[in-house]
T-cell receptor
């Protein structure tokens, strides 16, 4: 089965609304990262967050390692936030990332 | 922040030809990775590389694939010969540590095999 489960699969927001994206891991992990993938495909690192809460502007990530989950909160969404948000976990000794399927976010006016 | 550069951004080749994808990792990083993403599908690990050697490879890393980083130059992924199913975006990543720490990704090289 899927080692990294992301929810929801897709999400449509009105501009200004908030969003909460979830990532659950089926195994223990060393760390995790959140990425934003632009509609054109390029990848942007959003957070490296092995544990605890991190904030950057309108984005907040909270990882609870012992519960094997992480969340990404987007406040006051903007149209330019549209795209795919990927979470990935690192396990084992080689720092290899296993990715989730992604959450496709669409922010509409 | 630190940048990983990939060249080319897009390449179109005929099936059976050879292709080399180049990656310029973050300057003091020691660990290097390739990931593959077929259009509309999940990002998947191909291989990681340290100190001149492949550390781990997935079942997607076929015999036609090879990686190297000669003398601190580009970290390369070579596919010879290419097949139609190799069409994908290939992402390079690097990290300073091998067992933990943030991976920094390039913007991807889109490979189209005709």
């Amino acid at each position: 089965g899927q080692q990294v489960q992301q929810s929801p699969t897709s999400l449509v927001l009105q501009e200004g609304e908030n969003a909460e994206l979830q990532c659950n891991f089926s195994t223990s992990l060393n760390s995790m990262q959140w990425f934003y993938q632009r509609p054109g495909g390029s990848l942007v690192s959003v957070f490296y967050n092995p544990s605890g809460t991190k904030q950057s502007g309108r984005l907040t990530s909270t990882t609870v390692i012992k519960e094997r989950r992480s969340s990404l909160h987007i406040s006051s969404s903007q149209i330019t936030d549209s795209g795919t948000y990927l979470c990935a976990m690192a396990t084992g000794g080689n720092n290899k990332l296993t990715f989730g399927q992604g959450t496709v976010l669409s922010v509409i006016p | 922040g630190p940048k990983v550069l990939q060249i080319p951004s897009h390449q179109i080749i005929d099936m059976g030809q050879m292709v080399t994808l180049n990656c310029d990792p973050v300057s003091n990083h020691l660990y290097f990775y390739w990931y593959k993403q077929i259009l509309g599908q999940q990002m998947e690990f191909l291989v990681n590389f340290y100190n001149g050697k492949v550390m781990e490879k997935s079942k997607l890393f076929k015999d036609q694939f090879s990686v190297e980083r000669p003398d601190g130059s580009y970290f390369t992924l070579k596919i010879q010969p290419t097949a139609l199913e190799d069409s994908a975006v290939y992402f390079c990543a690097s990290s300073y540590q091998g067992n933990t720490g943030q991976l920094y990704f390039g913007e991807g090289s889109k490979l189209t095999v005709l």
